[in-house]
């Protein structure tokens, strides 16, 4: 995940005052994983709950729970039939929560992530088929704190076969880029990382738009649960 996420994290555990613990994992050590079949996700949450339950004892915690809410239900979500397998609650489902509602209730509580936009896991920026490393990460991860730097607070860098970069900003963002010097600008920046064709989606930005690409007997294993 990125750098700045992990401090985002810390520093709101300080401001709720609850325990923070920054555990590591070994997926990357994992072929299924690496593969990015399209059902990483299912891997990396498994490693993830292995880990965390190996913790269970010395925090003198039972259960594991989870931050899913209802809008998560019925999507392609390989991670949910990972937590089933290790009996994760999700109290924000259990309580009929939808991402609406959760945000409401930050804003109400007065936390400064009510209006946070949605940062998946940055593997999850590139292409089903495209295996998954840390140094094709760090690039996702530096190229999208440049469109940060923008002002461009959603945003995705999708990485294709080819090392190609398809930019995902909000449509009414597109035009910015018709200015020969931003996008020249972003082309270097780019090409520096190492990402060797730039792509700008005229879409503008969407979740999860790389869930297209996965195939249809993965999606039927791990659609809905």
Known sequence: MPRSEIADARSLAQQIGIRHRV?????????????????????????????????????????????????????????????????????????????????A????????????PASPCLSSRLAPGVEVTTERTARVEAAEAYLHSLGFRECRVRLHEGELARVEVPADGLARFSDPEVRGELVRRLQQLGFKFITLD?????????????SVDNKRLFQGT
């Open 202 to 214: 005229l879409e503008g930005f969407r979740s999860g738009s790389l869930n297209s690409l996965v």
């Open 23 to 103: 555990i590591p994992t070994d997926e990357f050590q994992d072929p299924d994983y690496v593969r990015n079949d399209g059902t990483r996700c299912y891997y990396c949450k498994s490693e993830l709950y292995s880990q965390i339950e190996t913790l269970l004892p010395e925090l003198g915690v039972e259960v594991i729970c989870s931050g899913a809410n209802l809008d998560d239900q019925g999507d392609y979500r390989p991670g949910l039939k990972a937590a089933a397998e290790h009996k994760v609650r999700h109290p924000l489902q259990e309580a009929g929560f939808t991402k609406a509602d959760v945000r």
């Open 105 to 116: 209730l930050a804003r109400e509580w007065n936390l400064p992530t009510w209006d946070k």
